[in-house]
């Protein structure tokens, strides 16, 4: 087995490769998908997030308000701490389970966003960046998520720089590229690491 981390930053494109390496035949382990699983309604995580910050960030049918919590933490340090002691833990543990019931021969790419933030490069074989200028990004967030200027580039500005991600990178993926040559450098790439995940491994 492989592991893949791929990260990029918000707008880089990251979710358009981690869907073409499924294509190719990659097992994908979606941190941000199972951040959302652990704080389902009777799950323990949400249980200790309300513990934490209250009844007011459930919604009226009892599950998470994400706008709400997230506006509460985004610019608070120590409640963005709590947060992610609470979540972080859930979905490690989520993951090692998924990955450890994918094939031996499998190439498992775990889509982890804060990959660089959170200093996680050590934990897999390989990291995978999508790489993007931060023009690029700026246009993607406004024009396809429909975000304002001053909040796409809150968000950017609240993540790793590019510099700081390309410094952790074993392979970069240029997304500043129309979709067919995007494609063409992902089925490159997973070329290259089903090479790797064949290459007998040292004791």
């Given at each position: 087995?492989?592991?893949?981390?791929?990260?990029?930053?918000?707008?880089?494109?990251k979710s358009e490769v981690s869907r073409l390496l499924v294509e190719c035949g990659a097992v994908l382990i979606d941190a941000d998908r199972i951040a959302r699983e652990v704080v389902e309604p009777g799950t323990p995580g949400?249980?200790?997030?309300?513990?934490?910050?209250?009844?007011?960030?459930?919604?009226?049918?009892?599950?998470?308000?994400?706008?709400?919590?997230?506006?509460?933490?985004?610019?608070?340090?120590?409640?963005?701490?709590?947060?992610?002691?609470?979540?972080?833990?859930?979905?490690?543990?989520?993951?090692?389970?998924?990955?450890?019931?994918?094939?031996?021969?499998?190439?498992?790419?775990?889509?982890?966003?804060?990959?660089?933030?959170?200093?996680?490069?050590?934990?897999?074989?390989?990291?995978?960046?999508?790489?993007?200028?931060?023009?690029?990004?700026?246009?993607?967030?406004?024009?396809?998520?429909?975000?304002?200027?001053?909040?796409?580039?809150?968000?950017?500005?609240?993540?790793?720089?590019?510099?700081?991600?390309?410094?952790?990178?074993?392979?970069?993926?240029?997304?500043?590229?129309?979709?067919?040559?995007?494609?063409?450098?992902?089925?490159?790439?997973?070329?290259?690491?089903?090479?790797?995940?064949?290459?007998?491994?040292?004791?």
């Amino acid at each position: 087995m492989l592991t893949v981390g791929l990260t990029g930053g918000i707008g880089a494109g990251k979710s358009e490769v981690s869907r073409l390496l499924v294509e190719c035949g990659a097992v994908l382990i979606d941190a941000d998908r199972i951040a959302r699983e652990v704080v389902e309604p009777g799950t323990p995580g949400l249980a200790a997030v309300v513990k934490a910050f209250g009844e007011e960030i459930l919604t009226e049918d009892g599950s998470l308000d994400r706008p709400r919590l997230g506006a509460l933490v985004f610019n608070d340090p120590e409640k963005l701490a709590t947060l992610n002691s609470i979540v972080h833990p859930l979905v490690g543990a989520r993951s090692r389970e998924l990955e450890e019931a994918a094939p031996d021969d499998a190439v498992v790419v775990h889509d982890v966003p804060l990959l660089t933030e959170n200093g996680l490069a050590p934990l897999y074989d390989v990291v995978i960046v999508v790489d993007a200028s931060p023009d690029t990004q700026l246009d993607r967030l406004v024009r396809l998520r429909g975000m304002s200027e001053e909040d796409a580039r809150a968000r950017m500005a609240a993540q790793a720089t590019r510099e700081q991600r390309r410094a952790i990178a074993d392979v970069v993926i240029d997304n500043d590229v129309p979709l067919d040559a995007l494609e063409r450098r992902v089925r490159e790439v997973w070329a290259d690491l089903v090479r790797r995940a064949r290459e007998p491994r040292p004791e």
